[in-house]
Each structure stands twice: as structure tokens, then as C-alpha cells.
């Protein structure tokens, strides 16, 4: 799946669209509660998936303001520091 998901999406309707559409790699998302955001705040997993696992990069307003991109990797890194 190489698309650009927004923040507020529902995990259930992503999971759903992703099927009708023929893409696969997101069913995991189908039974959590939630949205895009929220996954990739918790990186949600369930079934042997996780969010990170599917994510290539995040476009986020950092706290000046400004619009970035980051790829995955650096965002699960951010992740890992907030968390600790
Ligand atoms: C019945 C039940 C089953 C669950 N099953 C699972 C499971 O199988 N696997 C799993 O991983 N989790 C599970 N969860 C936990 C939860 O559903 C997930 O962690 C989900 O990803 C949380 O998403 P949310 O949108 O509700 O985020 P919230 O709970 O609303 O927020 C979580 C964090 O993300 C931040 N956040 C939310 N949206 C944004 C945004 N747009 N931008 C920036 N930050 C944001 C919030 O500030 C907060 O820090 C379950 C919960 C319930 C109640």
C-alpha cells in the first residue's frame, strides 16, 4: 500500500478501504479501536501487525508551527523517547 492516509481515519474504515481497493498489509487494523493518529502515537498492533510496520513516512506540524515529513524510522525513534 503506497498511500496517504489522514490522521482522523478510522483504523476499521482504513483496514476496509484498503481490501476493497485490493491492497493488503493492514488487516491487523481492522479490530482496534481508533484512529491514524492515535495508531501512530501507540503504534497499535494486533495479530503479529503493527503500525510502524506499514508506515513509510508521516507528514506532523511540529510545535512551531511548521509542516514537516519524517521518514518512519525517525518518527518511531521520537516515539521511543516520549514513551520513556
Ligand atoms: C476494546 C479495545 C481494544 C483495543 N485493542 C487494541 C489492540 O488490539 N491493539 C492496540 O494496539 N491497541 C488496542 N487498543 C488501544 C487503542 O484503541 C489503540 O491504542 C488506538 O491506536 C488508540 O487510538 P485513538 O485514536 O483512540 O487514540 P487516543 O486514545 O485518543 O490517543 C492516543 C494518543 O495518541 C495521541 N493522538 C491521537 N490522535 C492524534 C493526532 N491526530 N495527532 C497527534 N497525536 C494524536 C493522543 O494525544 C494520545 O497521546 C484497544 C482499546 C480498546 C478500548
Do not use: Y
Not at 488487516?27 to 494486533?46: D, K, Q, T, W, Y
Not at 510545535?63 to 521511543?80: F, L, M, V, Y
Request: aromatic share 4%; with cysteine; hydrophobic share 45%.
Amino acid at each position: 500500500m503506497n498511500d496517504c492516509i489522514a490522521a482522523r481515519g478510522k483504523l476499521k474504515n482504513i483496514a476496509i478501504e484498503a481490501k476493497r481497493n485490493g491492497l493488503g498489509g493492514v488487516e491487523f487494523l481492522e479490530g482496534i479501536p481508533g484512529s491514524v493518529g492515535g495508531a501512530l502515537r501507540m503504534n497499535a498492533g494486533a495479530m503479529g501487525g503493527a503500525t510502524f510496520n506499514v508506515i513509510e513516512s508521516v507528514r506532523f506540524m511540529d510545535h512551531t508551527g511548521k509542516i514537516q515529513d519524517a521518514a518512519a524510522p525517525a518518527c518511531r525513534w521520537n516515539i521511543a523517547a516520549v514513551r520513556s
